[in-house]
């Protein structure tokens, strides 16, 4: 392996993207679960009774619906911005008083930042396809359900702090996983959205 300089690492080192797919409408989601159920039980009795087949016109309403939700799909994707961005947003987002105390109370960590001001800001400064304004990672925070927030804001935070490594080994990739499941699953316990 050739030696090489900062100057070449720092023209070839490039910020860690993430990408996660949403579903527009998750109700598809829920007809494509019971589908499936009904796909499975119907096959079954198919093959175990005789009667006319029920199986493969459920699988046709399967892939028409599976064709439906690729259509009602869309990607986010984040970058991370640096440790220098990143440090300087949870500095402008302090925890408020009612987090401190809401920490106290259960007994968790208090956060490094004050989730109402930080999740937004964070999905604001990462995203890149779409590019969100803070006026829009605002209202998606304010407006859209917890579960898909929280599912934006982890894969944001995964961006900036996913250790950039080659794992040689299998052990060496549990690790990293690993790691990263900490840091998201420590945040998921300090709750990014409000309560209320």
């Not at 259960?106 to 930080?118: A, R």
């Not at 999905?123 to 579960?147: K, M, Q």
């Not at 299998?170 to 420590?186: E, F, M």
Request: aromatic share 6%.
């Amino acid at each position: 392996m050739s030696k090489r300089s900062f100057a070449d690492i720092k023209a070839l080192k490039k910020p860690n993207e993430i990408s996660v797919d949403l579903i527009l409408n998750p109700e598809l989601t829920r007809v494509l679960t019971e589908l499936q159920r009904r796909h499975t039980t119907a096959d079954r009795l198919d093959k175990k009774e005789n009667r006319t087949k029920e199986a493969p016109a459920i699988a046709k309403e399967i892939d028409a619906l599976i064709d439906e939700i690729e259509a009602n799909k869309v990607e986010f994707s984040f970058k991370d911005p640096g440790r220098e961005a990143f440090d300087e947003l949870v500095d402008a987002c302090p925890p408020t008083d009612e987090d401190i105390k809401a920490g106290k109370e259960t007994g968790e960590q208090v956060p490094s930042w004050g989730p109402t001001k930080f999740v937004p800001g964070l999905l604001a400064l990462t995203s890149f396809n779409p590019e969100l304004t803070l006026d829009d990672a605002v209202e998606i925070y304010n407006e859209w359900g917890r579960g898909d927030v929280e599912v934006l804001f982890n894969t944001a935070l995964q961006a900036c702090l996913e250790q950039a490594s080659i794992p040689f080994t299998r052990k060496d990739t549990d690790a990293i996983l690993a790691s990263v499941q900490n840091l998201i699953t420590q945040q998921d316990t300090e709750s990014p959205t409000d309560s209320s």
